[in-house]
Nanobody, 125 residues
């Protein structure tokens, strides 16, 4: 399994920036893709951005050009740099990964998903 711990949330004014971090531990070599979802009050949890093991990135239309996802493989950490923040970006941000479903280091690992506990991002107008 993989454990995910987020950090870096907080309160920021509109137009400001924040950087979220997600530290992964456990069977990190089985991660296929890792990234961020967010959930605003009363709304469903939506994709923000993901990055694959090969480095391919995927962004929600709402954050393209403002958010950047990156990863430090040596530190098993993924980052979300959020610029030009808007009040509608206010949400709990969750780190997510999907992993397994293939042979890694000579052994088969079943597919699974992991979620972090979430970190609050609040953007004031």
């Amino acid at each position: 399994q993989v454990q995910l711990v987020e950090s870096g949330g907080g309160l920021v004014q509109a137009g400001g920036s924040l950087r979220l971090s997600c530290a992964a531990s456990g069977s990190t070599f089985t991660i296929n893709a890792i990234g961020w979802y967010r959930q605003a009050p009363g709304k469903q949890r939506d994709l923000v951005a993901t990055i694959s093991s090969g480095g391919s990135t995927n962004y929600a239309d709402a954050v393209k050009g403002r958010f950047t996802i990156s990863r430090d493989n040596a530190e098993n950490t993924v980052y979300l740099q959020m610029n030009s923040l808007r009040p509608e970006d206010t949400a709990v941000y969750y780190c997510y990964c999907n992993a397994g479903g293939a042979i890694y280091r000579g052994s088969y690992y079943r597919s699974f998903e992991s979620w972090g506990q979430g970190t609050q991002v609040t953007v004031s107008s």
